[in-house]
């Protein structure tokens, strides 16, 4: 079945409401770049991934490694939106031994493929898949979110520099750059501009797109990788917290503590934004 951009953009405002409702649970989280992911996310496992939630470990599966683990309740609202566990589980959010926990637990949840947290290990981890997948005689891609403000972390270069040396063209590297991190803006934390230029010295292929455009993102999904024998890095220019107009662009939504007034609006401004998606 062909998933159109429409559904998509409907399923991402849907996702942002199930982000939400573990907000609401919890009373806090890593809100602004869930937000700035979630486009990325959802149009990752609605028309790329080969996943499928009935069977998520069969063995020639898409992997999909979310190397910014603090983002992790986009993750966990795609894949409850994407059919993987009941919507409900997204309510222990915040609860001692929930299957939702501040970072990804593969051990805990379908379609979680390994723990992250620690920034800068999600790209060597897809380098090992991939490489695994290869050497098995399997197809199989391996994505990564990454996020800029774990960039400077220099396992990152290691992992790029191996993906370049083994000509690993089915890793595909999202870099989510929203600007921000929980210090301030990355340029004035530890300033990572030329971030395509940076990959393209490694050996990557590089584009740059809107990151929360869903129309763009399945552009450039559709003709990964750029070139044979290469790794592709797609640097995708993002909004912080994007889809609550209160919060976009700020460090203060990184992690995010409302109060129940400013929860109750952003959850209006949310199903609002899904009405009319609906509607149209």
Known sequence: MTVSAADIRRAANDARGMVLRML??????????????????????????RVDPANPAMPDRDRFILSAGHK???????????????????????????????????????????????????LPIACGMALGA????????????MGDGELPEG??????????HHGLDNVVAFVDVNGLQISGPTREVMDMSSIGAKFRAFGWSVEE??????????DVLARVPFEKGRPTAIVARTVKARGLAALEGTVASHYWKPTAEALDDAEREIAAKLDEEVAR
């Open 24 to 49: 609401r649970a919890g009373g806090s989280g890593h809100l602004g770049g869930a937000l700035s992911a979630i486009d990325i996310v959802s149009t990752l496992y609605l028309s790329a991934l």
């Open 134 to 145: 290869r050497l098995s005689g399997l197809d199989s891609r391996v994505f990564v979110v």
């Open 209 to 218: 797109i809107d990151g929360n455009d869903v129309d763009q993102i399945l």
């Open 72 to 122: 992790a309740m986009a993750q966990y609202a795609v894949l409850a939106v994407a059919g993987f566990f009941p919507r409900e589980v997204l309510d222990t959010y915040g609860s001692y031994g929930s299957r939702v926990p501040g970072h990804p637990d593969m051990y805990k949840l379908p379609g979680v493929e390994a723990n992250t947290g620690a920034l800068g290990h999600g």
């Open 155 to 164: 396992s990152n270069w290691e992992g790029a520099s191996i993906a370049a």
